[in-house]
């Protein structure tokens, strides 16, 4: 089972970048899905959970208004779309996989975690 994100990469404050997180191993249709960063020097955070169905999302307040995720459980992808880029959002990117939306946006009991993708944003 593996959670693979991509989708980093470099742009100037304002852009918009897509994240992708594809699962593999199994079908994640009934697992809440959600995204982490860890920026250098810092912990990790959360950044936004989506429900199983798509139904419910979560955002850390940094990111409300500018970050979008969703999903396509034909796929068994989740997607960060993130827009109107900070300097402040540079970070490496994690997926995650947990059986409740408050499992994901507490940050305890994830199942499952994706490699990283790094997201660096120039000013």
């Known amino acids: 089972v593996q959670l693979q994100a991509s989708g980093g990469g470099v742009v100037q404050a304002g852009g918009s970048l897509r994240l992708s997180c594809a699962a593999s191993?199994?079908?994640?249709?009934?697992?809440?899905m959600g995204w982490f960063r860890q920026a250098p020097g810092k912990e990790r955070e959360f950044v936004a959970a989506?429900?199983?169905?798509?139904?419910?999302?979560y955002y850390a307040d940094s990111v409300k208004g500018r970050f979008t995720i969703s999903r396509d459980n034909a796929k068994n992808t989740v997607y960060l779309q993130m827009n109107s880029l900070k300097p402040e959002d540079t970070a490496v990117y994690f997926c995650?996989?947990?059986?409740?939306?408050?499992?994901?946006?507490?940050?305890?009991?994830?199942?499952?975690w994706g490699k990283g993708t790094l997201v660096t944003v120039s000013s």
């Open positions: 995650a996989a947990a059986i409740t939306l408050d499992r994901l946006v507490r940050g305890y009991g994830i199942d499952y």
């Open positions: 191993g199994r079908s994640f249709s009934s697992d809440c």
């Open positions: 989506i429900s199983w169905g798509g139904g419910s999302t």
